[in-house]
């Protein structure tokens, strides 16, 4: 059971354009962190966010938890090729560093 | 990937070996916990350690794994009689308590292949 979604899997796109990445379930989580993963190297953490209804910003990078803490989503504004890489959400429902990862989104950002 | 440190890096080993995968956490992180990648497939948690106890091994398999992490010395990831299923790659990470909003910190993970 995926208890986490998220949409969409792939996202090919041209530098300069926005996009938002979704995160979705019917699970409350306590908390969600969003991960960035290159190839061949291990998730590096971008933001965790912890109360409903909370956002924060990382440069560009606009990531909002829900209300219910349900979903999540994540915003790039005028992506840059640099961008390029596997994003990751990860909820936990407890204390404790056990996370339910969703399946990814591949974002590729082309010049 | 946050001080971390993971090794090998890269593991070959042939099906009916043992194999294991060293991680020492972040100085001053007590918690340590173990997650596999498999191909085309989500990072999935293994085990969560604190120094000398297991503290939630609900995803781990049944059988061939087990995983420690002494009171000196890195946690260690055994997988014994290794399969071609096994192949993926193994991520540890630590944090230094429970709370702080969940957030661990990966190493650069280990990738096993099984031949």
């Known amino acids: 059971t995926q208890l986490l979604e998220q949409s969409p899997q792939f996202l090919s796109i041209q530098e300069g354009e926005n996009l938002t990445v979704y995160c979705n379930s019917s699970?409350?989580?306590?908390?969600l962190q969003w991960y960035r993963q290159e190839p061949g190297e291990g998730p590096v953490l971008l933001v965790t966010?912890?109360?409903?209804?909370e956002v924060k910003k990382l440069k560009r990078l606009t990531f909002q938890f829900g209300d219910a803490r349900k979903d999540s989503s994540l915003h790039i504004t005028a992506a840059q090729p640099g961008d390029t890489g596997l994003y990751l959400c990860?909820?936990?429902?407890?204390?404790?560093?056990?996370?339910?990862f969703g399946q990814g989104t591949e974002l590729s950002v082309k010049p | 990937n946050a001080g971390v440190m993971q090794n090998p890096r890269h593991l070959v080993r042939r099906r009916g070996q043992e194999a294991r995968l060293r991680c020492s956490p972040m100085?001053?992180?007590?918690?340590v916990y173990w997650y596999r990648q498999l191909p085309e497939e989500g990072l999935k948690f293994m085990v969560y350690?604190?120094?000398?106890?297991?503290?939630?091994e609900s995803g781990m398999p049944k059988e061939r794994f087990s995983a420690e992490f002494p009171k000196e010395g890195p946690s260690i990831l055994r997988i014994q009689q290794v399969v071609r299923g096994d192949s993926a790659a193994y991520f540890c990470?630590?944090?230094?308590?429970?709370?702080?909003?969940?957030?661990?910190?990966f190493g650069e993970g280990s990738w096993l292949t099984v031949v």
């Open positions: 990860a909820g936990a429902r407890n204390q404790g560093g056990k996370l339910i």
């Open positions: 990470a630590s944090s230094p308590r429970t709370g702080d909003g969940n957030t661990i910190y």
């Open positions: 966010v912890v109360t409903g209804g």
């Open positions: 350690l604190q120094k000398e106890n297991i503290i939630d």
């Open positions: 100085k001053g992180h007590s918690h």
């Open positions: 699970s409350v989580f306590s908390s």
